[in-house]
């Protein structure tokens, strides 16, 4: 028999593809976070992102649009992740991202490059940036990547993510990139950093069976699925263990939170 697990102190919960979608917010999901919800319970609430299509600033000023009560300190990015791990190895990156991800890279320098850093940049994945970022990586650049989706849900449909990317830059030069996002186990330590919460007393609620619940599970954490966003039928099939919970959405994880974890 399991041991008897500890009580939650901390919900981790994936933005886009389980609280919205681009520009519309997935239904009932204000609702659920709200103070008489979820917010409610003595948790400690983090919004974990590998979006590397905007900055936090922006991606704040988009969620607070449609309606979602979050403060900056409490989103925790990719990028953040990514912007940390340059400040460590004191590198000059070439920055494979999107124009508006760049205001969370201010202060870095990024002339005469040594490192290449490739988020999701559909601006930069042509022949000659991907060359030229092939050329560093064989004269001894380190590769990071910020994450390695496959793919993502876009309101017209789902959508090549940078993982294809990473995976022809590794191919290319026989070499590994560090991977910062979601699924590594680091970045769901770093997200819990400050929270006083050990993974144990964490879950983690998404959109994606691999990055979001199979990386919190393998951290330690409980990991919920929704059906929403990117999720396909049988996804939860895709990983060993299975998520500790797949429902219907992100007000029906709130529920079930509300109900029997606490």
Do not use: W
């Amino acid at each position: 028999r399991m041991a008897a697990r500890r009580a939650l102190k901390a919900v981790l919960v994936d933005l886009n593809g389980t609280l919205h979608i681009e520009d519309s917010a997935v239904p009932g999901a204000q609702e659920a976070l709200k103070r008489d919800r979820l917010r409610n319970a003595p948790v400690t609430i983090r919004f974990v992102t590998n979006t590397t299509k905007e900055c936090k600033r922006d991606l704040l000023e988009r969620l607070t649009k449609l309606g979602f009560d979050i403060v900056e300190n409490e989103i925790f990015t990719s990028l953040t992740a990514a912007r940390n791990l340059l400040e460590q190895k004191q590198v000059r990156p070439l920055l494979l991202v999107d124009d508006k991800a760049l205001p969370d890279f201010t202060g870095i320098a990024t002339d005469d490059p040594n490192a290449v850093v490739v988020g999701l940049a559909p601006e930069h994945f042509h022949y000659a940036m991907m060359n030229r970022a092939f050329r560093l990586i064989l004269d001894g650049a380190p590769l990071i990547a910020i994450h390695k989706a496959r793919y993502f849900k876009k309101k017209d449909g789902m959508s090549l993510g940078p993982g294809p990317f990473v995976a022809g830059l590794e191919y290319a030069t026989d070499s590994k990139a560090t991977v910062v996002g979601k699924p590594e186990k680091t970045f769901f330590l770093e997200a819990l950093r400050g929270t006083d919460c050990a993974p144990e007393e964490a879950v983690m609620i998404g959109d994606d069976c691999r990055d979001d619940v199979g990386g919190a599970q393998n951290a330690g954490m409980r990991g919920i699925l929704v059906r929403t966003g990117k999720y396909r039928p049988a996804d939860e099939d895709k990983i060993n263990p299975a998520p500790y919970l797949t429902c219907e959405n992100f007000p029906a994880a709130v529920e079930h939170i509300l109900q029997h974890l606490l």
